[in-house]
Every structure is written in C-alpha cells, then in structure tokens.
C-alpha cells in the first residue's frame, strides 16, 4: 500500500490533529453511496450513486449517469430433443429450456420468445448441431429476431452433402436489447431430411444438445 492510502498512525498526544487527518483519510478512501432522488448533476466524472428507482449502482461519466452491471443477465439455454422441419423453406422458432443459474433472462410466450429484464449489449453465442438423412444436398438457415423482426446480416447457412452427414454451426454476436425486449433463434431447411440432431450420454462422453444458447451481458 502506498503511503497516500495509508492511515494516519497516531503520533503523540496531539489526538486533535490525529483526528483530523484520519477524517480526511476516510473522506478521500472510502465513497458513501448516496441514493439518488433524480436531480443529482453528473457534471463531475466519477460520481458513485445509488439508483433507487431502478435498484442498480450508476456513475458519472461524461455528464451521463451510467448503470454500473452487477450480476444479471446471465443464461445458458438448450434443448435436448430432436429438431425436424414439416415443411421446406419455412421459418421455425427453436423453444429452448432456460438452465439453473439463469438470471435476468427468462422465457415468455409462446416459449421461444426469450425476454432480457435489462437492456444493454449481450453477447450470444449460438450452436446448433445439423444432420441430414439424405444422399443430396440439404440446407440450413439460422437467424435471430427482436421482437419479432429479423436482424440484418445474422443468418447463417451450411450444407450437407451426405447421408448421415453431422455439422456444428456456431457463432458468437453482440446484440443490443431494451429492457423487456425478447429475442427468438429461427431455421429452416430445404429439405425435410435435414434436422437439428440430439444424441444421448454413452459410457464415454456426455449428452449432446440438439442446439445451445449462453448469453451474458456485457455493458449496461
């Protein structure tokens, strides 16, 4: 510890001064973390708050109060059975199971609608594990939607070219959500020989998701 975040040892019989100086050690080390009641400046950068509306710490910055993530918005969704298409070339939602330790994220109805209680910036990262029971060429779609509308430039497309053929797709993206928006991860196939394969735990290795979804915020 450097000496200007030491505390004053005391020096003396002079208490008065002593006093003084550990009053001003606390006044310059410690932050109390005063409630905000909505009419606080953030002129000064570094201001640390306590927003009692939205039960959340915030700071100052750049004249701005800004939340402070704490912990929530943290998932990990699956789904553990398999994945088929009644028809070709046709938008299906996938329906995952929210997994223990979620926070923050939940599912809402109909089950695919994926609801974030925060906004912020959220990291997704998405597989699915592709399979095909055709000699030909079979395609998947993937992509995301907020609120029902399709995100620009996310989907993804893979091809099998084989009976028995497996593929994982996967991607990693950075999605900006309002507080009670909902996301929803779509496919489809132009064939109904493609599907979305689970396999069960063997001897030697465990179960294998049919698709997976974690998602973790980032930014407030």
């Known amino acids: 510890m450097t000496q200007q975040y030491r505390a004053p040892e005391p020096n003396g019989d002079d208490w008065k001064t002593w006093g003084r100086r550990m009053m001003q050690y606390l006044g310059q080390t410690r932050i109390p973390l005063v409630q905000q009641t909505g009419d606080e400046s953030a002129a000064d950068d570094g201001q640390l708050m306590w927003d009692r509306i939205n039960q959340w710490p915030v700071i100052s910055r750049n004249g ?43 599912l809402g109805t109909p089950d695919s609608r994926i ?48 009976n028995g053929a497996t593929m994982i797709v996967s991607r990693t ?3 900006n959500v309002n507080a009670g928006d909902y996301l929803e991860a779509y496919w489809a196939t132009d064939s109904t020989n493609g599907s979305l394969q689970h396999h069960a735990a063997n001897a030697f290795a465990p179960a294998t998701p049919a698709s997976t979804l974690s998602i973790s915020r980032i930014n407030a």
């Open 64 to 106: 701005v109060w800004r939340q402070i993530v704490i912990a929530n918005g943290v998932a990990h969704l699956e789904i553990t059975t398999d994945q088929t298409a009644a028809a070709t070339n046709t938008a299906y939602p996938l329906t995952y199971t929210i997994m223990a330790g979620s926070v923050g994220v939940s």
């Open 115 to 162: 609801i974030f209680a925060e906004g912020g910036s959220y990291t997704l990262s998405f597989t699915a594990q592709t399979s095909s029971t055709s000699g030909s060429t079979v395609n998947f779609w993937f992509w995301p939607r907020i609120n029902g509308v399709d995100i620009a430039d996310s989907g993804m497309q893979n091809t099998l070219h084989q």
């Open 173 to 175: 993206q950075i999605f």
